[in-house]
């Protein structure tokens, strides 16, 4: 039987110029779904595992586009609450060469910000479940969803059910002191850790010595150093940090790191040229969920997770439409691209 993961957080409307155009360059815009937990719930799915998604949508025609676009992927969706009267937009310019992505957020008084603890019934959520996930852009939406975070850990923990969290830190929905509160609380939950480059520092203090993220250098020591003070401060059993160094808006170099709280295990480091960034993240999150539940080794896990979020660089939208073969054929060396007949 398939393992049982559950998501929950946010999905939105992405509303999008077309290709590399800058906003309202011309008349149109490319509408399409995504968000954190939603786009890790569509890698799940792909990888087949038995992907629940919650969150809070109403029952107009845009919440029900936004529940259809899970299913396609086959995503379960009836833990989903309904209810609320819109869904959140963010609307992306992709950048490109040295112009870089912008996002504008639309999304307050959206149904999920405004859920209340008692639409969801955790332990019914939980039953047969492996494994909880959600980000720090969820608790960002308020302090109600702060309380709603907590009670899920809390049910999930005494299920015994495995959690992780992407700290995913966005200094456009709060301060670093609102998420320092209260993902402080959250994380003595978290079982998985997942953070970047900017995250550790930005929510709990903790940086990597010696690395500009900006002029693309970065030091695998102090990566290290990152993952040990996020362990001894909060007990987590694994902390993965994803590796980005930014050449330009279109051209990155992508690895990640995976320490089990005595060795670190850094992945092959890719060069991408970008077609879409965005969920990248959240498509390692998916994929090294997917790896630690197949029983993979420290070192298979990162090599899978790192190999799932390359391909999502090469993808236009939020979800990451690769299947297991595809990534452990990019994993295990072969990213040359070339026509498979």
Known sequence: MAKRVVTFGEIMLRLAPNGYYRFFQNDQLQATFGGGEANAAVSLANFGLDSVYVTKLPTHAIGQAA?????????????????????????????????????????AHSAIQEAKREDFD?????????????????????????????????????????????????????TQEQARGAMTRLCEYVDVCISNEEDAKDVFGIEAENTDVYGGKL???????????????????????????SISASDNDWAGMLYDGRDCY????????????????????????????????????????????????????????????????????????????
């Open 67 to 107: 529940v259809d676009s899970l299913r396609h992927f086959g995503v379960d969706t009836s833990k989903i609450v309904r209810g609320g009267d819109r869904v959140g937009i963010y609307y992306l310019e992709k950048g490109a060469s040295q112009r870089g992505s912008v996002c504008i957020y639309d999304r």
């Open 266 to 341: 850094f992945s092959k480091e890719y060069h991408l040229h970008i077609v879409d960034r965005v969920g990248g993240g959240d498509s390692f999150g998916g994929g090294l969920i997917y790896a630690l539940l197949s029983s993979k080794d420290s070192q298979a896990s990162i090599e899978f997770a790192v190999a799932a979020s390359a391909l999502k660089h090469s993808i236009e939208g939020d979800f990451n439409r690769v299947s297991v073969a595809e990534v452990e054929k990019l994993a295990g060396g072969d990213g040359s691209g070339r026509v498979q007949r």
């Open 122 to 174: 955790w332990d019914t959520i939980f039953e047969g479940a492996d494994w909880f996930h959600f980000t720090g852009i969820t608790p960002a939406l308020g302090q109600n969803l702060v309380e709603i975070c907590l009670d899920a850990c809390q049910a999930a923990k005494a299920r015994g059910v495995k959690i992780s969290c992407d700290l995913n830190y966005r200094s456009k929905l709060w």
């Open 219 to 245: 030091n695998k020591d102090g990566y290290r150093s990152v993952a040990k003070q996020l362990t001894d401060r909060f007990g987590f059993e694994k902390v993965a940090i994803t590796l980005r160094t």
